[in-house]
């Protein structure tokens, strides 16, 4: 009975306290609706982590093994990079099929995504070409970095009349891999250094057709320059649609054929090698006097691993070093990664802008204001001709990192190499890259470089996501670029 009789005593004090001070009493309650709930909610959620910021690796099937997802996940580039505490990660999509709607559908899912904040397209030319457009007219445009696309004129097949461009404003755009004008120079450089002046041209790729007919016309091309040398040089050209075994053999058994050049898929490869083979069977094998033949890079993909050819020797040209390629190491997937964390890192130095800023301070911040300070650092780069460095698990030796540099959005002076495939094997023969002094992974981890301090981007016109210490001079530095 007393417990009851005190409660209805509190009771009756705060009813009678409250009919004195009802006024208070509503402004206690309009502030706790107007300024406290609002304040508890922006508490509640300021102690929310904001969700990463990510790094879209998109792969076709054939460009991507476990291994290389395994080194893909594990670069080095990628331990700790953040933007105010937000972590960037990356996240390896793979295509369901190479077809040009699929990726561009893949496109259209990611521009509508608010944490994407850079895109790594690991396809091929022509899905790209379907699809880049995708990324440039979203707002902000989403940063791309072509790794292993190799078609000379892409972009504006892409953007035809600067449909993808921002005004004047240069696009958020690298490509990284040597051109299928660079593939044809060294392809017939290397069969001219062996004695081969005429040539035959066979053309075979349905599934990439934009290739293959980019990189005949840049066959026809590099012939044409060995010809203003050499008078005597000579060319044919074979459709493989009309390329039947007769006049494969008229064409082969002619005395001025010496060297058969390939641009296609693999799926041809085997059955025309093999052709040429029996034709040298024929004609000249005994001899020793048949055709060189060359294979272009889209030959190389899993199946190449297995794959035995009858006629032996067989030439192949790649952007990857025979080793590298045993190694399953995928030099330009490595390269694009640490080339965007690099971008990460110029955007921290030079400072995000003031809507960023303002957005941070109420911990409101997404991908796409990030996003938008991306862009700008890569207009900056681009203005002044920006070099960047590959990844660490590729470097030359262990203190020292291939050199990208760019001419506008095309990488300058890549190299195509040259493999001889003798059977099942595969061997490095061009003699034009320095063997590198340390191939072991872990090795190449033992001894990691000391990052500095940034120092004044724009110095001198020249811009460096990093200083890092090399062994000898600059210049060799950038003969490494071509090591690929």
Known sequence: MALSASVRLTFARLRGWAQGHGGELLWAVAFAVVIGVPAAVYFAWYFIELPPYTIYLVADTHYLTDKMKHDFGEAFELKGLSV?????????????????????????????????????????????EASLKEYFVARPQIPFIASVQRDDDLLNKACPQGSCYEGTLPLPYLQLSPTNAEQAHWAIQYAAEHGRHHFVIVESD??????????????????????????????????????????????ISTDDIDCLLYAGGFDDAPSLVKRVWEIEGEQKRAKGEGPMVILDDSVVENRLENTSFKLSPVNITNQRDAEDYKKDLNVYGLAAIAIASQLVGDMKARGLDRTYRVKSLFHLQTGKDVRRNLVRVMRENFYYRSSYYGAMATALTVDSRTVYAFNEYARANGMF???????????????????????????????????????????????????????????????SAVSG
């Open 84 to 128: 105010d505490d937000v972590p960037v990660r990356l996240a390896i999509v793979e295509l369901a099929d190479d077809k040009p709607d699929t990726a561009r559908s893949k496109a259209q899912e990611l521009a509508r995504n608010p944490s994407t904040l850079l895109v790594i397209g690991h396809f091929d030319s022509e899905p790209t």
């Open 206 to 251: 349905a599934s990439n057709v934009s290739y293959s007919k980019s990189l005949v016309d840049d066959y026809k091309d590099a012939i044409a320059k060995l010809a203003d040398t050499r008078p005597d040089v000579t060319k044919h050209f074979l459709p493989m649609d009309g390329l039947t075994n007769e006049n494969l053999k008229e064409e």
């Open 417 to 479: 190499h040259v493999w001889e495939r003798t059977g099942a094997l595969s061997t490095d023969v061009d003699q034009w890259h320095p063997e590198r002094a340390c191939c072991d992974l872990t090795l190449r981890h033992a001894r990691l470089p000391v990052w500095s301090k940034p120092r004044n981007r724009f110095r001198n016109h020249r811009v460096r996501a990093c200083e890092i210490p090399f062994v000898g001079n600059r210049s060799h530095a950038s003969d």
